[in-house]
T-cell receptor, first 113, second 114 residues
Framework: SQTIHQWPATLVQPVGSPLSLECTVE??????LYWYRQAAGRGLQLLFY??????ISSEVPQNLSASRPQDRQFILSSKKLLLSDSGFYLC????????????FGPGTRLTVT | AQSVTQLDSQVPVFEEAPVELRCNYS??????LFWYVQYPNQGLQLLLK??????LVESINGFEAEFNKSQTSFHLRKPSVHISDTAEYFC????????????FGSGTKLNVKP
């Protein structure tokens, strides 16, 4: 069966510090991978998606970047965090085109102080 | 562009009462529709989805949703809610060829009171 892992589960970082969140998927090959941010009361915002190794598409201009160094690994990074980067970050994976569901990880709660 | 509107940000309801969570979408092409549920501090879980065929789809825990093309709606209903249904519910539409890009609504928090 497929599983998706995210770490860390929670993170408190000062403004201006770097960030690295990791997501890994097990039990499937060549998945589509997604990073979402969920801010309080604002639903889910798609940040990045990837259809293959090294292929990253950004949805919104921001202080964050993403990388996919391996088929089932997706990393979200920042060089200098802003207060507005606080939120709940969710990684998801899927296979196939429209109509196939996305499977979500447990999330990372990031608080920037 | 796709958009999904969930008209109610919060819905309080008493246990064993019926509930409807509303979802409207905008699209000029065929879409696939989903409802996800999120319990506190957890990821999202698929509740049900509409791809084609019967416009009424059901989940294993008593929720159902009806696809209404003329009204571009996909409202979620349950005839009798339980305390354990307290969660946030997200409606989403999906499109894409080689990948499925989801457009999520802003979510509805369902608060079931005893």
């Amino acid at each position: 069966s497929q599983t998706i892992h995210q770490w860390p589960a929670t993170l408190v970082q000062p403004v201006g510090s770097p960030l690295s969140l990791e997501c890994t998927v097990e039990g499937t090959s060549n998945p589509n991978l997604y990073w979402y941010r969920q801010a309080a009361g604002r639903g889910l915002q798609l940040l990045f998606y990837s259809v293959g190794i090294g292929q990253i598409s950004s949805e919104v201009p921001q202080n964050l970047s993403a990388s996919r160094p391996q088929d089932r690994q997706f990393i979200l990074s920042s060089k200098k965090l802003l207060l507005s980067d606080s939120g709940f970050y969710l990684c998801a994976w899927s296979v196939g085109g429209a109509g196939y569901e996305q499977y979500f990880g447990p999330g990372t709660r990031l608080t920037v102080t | 562009a796709q958009s999904v509107t969930q008209l109610d940000s919060q819905v309080p309801v008493f246990e064993e009462a019926p509930v409807e969570l509303r979802c409207n979408y905008s699209s000029s092409v065929s879409v696939y529709l989903f409802w996800y549920v999120q319990y506190p501090n957890q990821g999202l879980q698929l509740l049900l989805k509409y791809l084609s065929g019967s416009t009424l789809v059901e989940s294993i825990n008593g929720f159902e949703a009806e696809f209404n093309k003329s009204q571009t709606s996909f409202h979620l209903r349950k005839p009798s809610v339980h305390i354990s249904d307290t969660a946030e519910y997200f409606c989403a539409v999906s499109r894409g060829r080689n990948f499925n890009k989801f457009y999520f609504g802003s979510g509805t928090k369902l608060n079931v009171k005893p």
